[in-house]
């Protein structure tokens, strides 16, 4: 039996539907990732603090809610995003879930007046995940009673890819979520920019969840000066993990984080000017790509 609600939206519905923007701001420690709340709208933000650093935001005028364990990131989520529909009522966000959370922390009415919610860190997040994870049934091995590491990382990336998947489907809000980001070498010694989370799934399905990947990076000018900026897009030629879903970042934006969403909100032109489908007049075919013709 069919008991889902089923409708099509028409091409106007889904164009004046007000959508959230949702992505992930990287950088390296230090950079100042953090200290971005104070190109928001305060009034209108929520501070999700798992880092316990508010040095970076003293006497920053918005509301925070401090988060130091994973069962309540996780009520959290469930809490500002609502309840999934897909899952059964013994599941994690499920609608028992919701009616749980609702019950002890009252009407989520409260979170109307926020439209963006920052979320600091993704990296520490990951690090309370793994901690509760150590500690489930998962993470135990069957035949000889001991702790299984295995176990404990594939319930890791089950539990961080939900965590991050609902908060993704936060209805009408932005959600922004920082972490860290670590340069590390390769097999063959080149180096290459990921991350820091625990466990290699989170790392690796995370840009595909989220509209938007933002790298602070510290660039130079011609003549050496050193400055700060938003890497934006993912053809870059710092090689920085980065996306643009919106199709109307530059390479290279301006390091506030504020005018950086007004920008991405900014109406969209048609697909033409926004796509570029042919190679440039200049570009050479290499050996390989003549092979590859061949």
């Given at each position: 039996?069919?008991?889902?609600?089923?409708?099509?939206?028409?091409?106007?519905?889904?164009?004046?539907?007000?959508?959230?923007?949702?992505?992930?701001?990287?950088?390296?420690?230090?950079?100042?990732?953090?200290?971005?709340?104070?190109?928001?709208?305060?009034?209108?933000?929520?501070?999700?603090?798992?880092?316990?650093?508010?040095?970076?935001?003293?006497?920053?005028?918005?509301?925070?809610?401090?988060?130091?364990?994973?069962?309540?990131?996780?009520?959290?989520?469930?809490?500002?995003?609502?309840?999934?529909?897909?899952?059964?009522?013994?599941?994690?966000?499920?609608?028992?879930?919701?009616?749980?959370?609702?019950?002890?922390?009252?009407?989520?009415?409260?979170?109307?007046?926020?439209?963006?919610?920052?979320?600091?860190?993704?990296?520490?997040?990951?690090?309370?995940?793994?901690?509760?994870?150590?500690?489930?049934?998962?993470?135990?091995?069957?035949?000889?009673?001991?702790?299984?590491?295995?176990?404990?990382?594939?319930?890791?990336?089950?539990?961080?890819?939900?965590?991050?998947?609902?908060?993704?489907?936060?209805?009408?809000?932005?959600?922004?979520?920082?972490?860290?980001?670590?340069?590390?070498?390769?097999?063959?010694?080149?180096?290459?920019?990921?991350?820091?989370?625990?466990?290699?799934k989170t790392g690796l399905e995370l840009p595909g969840i989220v509209d938007e990947v933002v790298t602070m990076a510290e660039l130079k000018t011609e003549d050496g000066q050193p400055y700060r900026a938003f890497v934006c897009t993912t053809l870059n030629?710092?090689?920085?993990?980065?996306?643009?879903?919106?199709?109307?970042?530059?390479?290279?934006?301006?390091?506030?984080?504020?005018?950086?969403?007004?920008?991405?909100?900014?109406?969209?032109?048609?697909?033409?000017?926004?796509?570029?489908?042919?190679?440039?007049?200049?570009?050479?075919?290499?050996?390989?790509?003549?092979?590859?013709?061949?």
């Amino acid at each position: 039996m069919i008991t889902t609600a089923f409708r099509i939206i028409t091409a106007d519905q889904r164009l004046a539907e007000q959508r959230g923007i949702k992505g992930v701001l990287t950088g390296i420690s230090g950079i100042g990732k953090t200290s971005q709340l104070w190109t928001l709208d305060a009034p209108r933000m929520l501070f999700l603090n798992l880092e316990a650093g508010e040095l970076a935001v003293q006497g920053w005028p918005g509301d925070e809610v401090r988060i130091r364990d994973w069962e309540l990131a996780r009520d959290l989520a469930c809490w500002v995003g609502g309840p999934n529909p897909a899952m059964r009522a013994d599941q994690t966000y499920s609608s028992s879930h919701y009616e749980r959370v609702c019950a002890a922390f009252g009407d989520p009415s409260v979170l109307a007046k926020y439209d963006t919610l920052f979320v600091d860190s993704i990296t520490v997040a990951s690090r309370l995940c793994l901690q509760w994870c150590k500690g489930q049934p998962q993470a135990t091995s069957d035949r000889s009673g001991k702790p299984d590491m295995r176990g404990a990382y594939g319930l890791l990336g089950q539990e961080m890819i939900a965590w991050l998947t609902h908060l993704q489907h936060t209805p009408g809000k932005n959600v922004w979520l920082v972490g860290i980001l670590d340069k590390r070498l390769d097999d063959f010694s080149r180096p290459y920019f990921s991350l820091q989370v625990e466990g290699a799934k989170t790392g690796l399905e995370l840009p595909g969840i989220v509209d938007e990947v933002v790298t602070m990076a510290e660039l130079k000018t011609e003549d050496g000066q050193p400055y700060r900026a938003f890497v934006c897009t993912t053809l870059n030629p710092f090689g920085y993990p980065a996306k643009d879903r919106s199709g109307r970042l530059d390479t290279i934006e301006e390091p506030h984080l504020g005018r950086l969403m007004e920008k991405i909100r900014r109406p969209a032109g048609a697909p033409p000017p926004r796509l570029d489908y042919g190679r440039p007049a200049d570009a050479t075919p290499t050996s390989t790509d003549t092979a590859k013709g061949a």
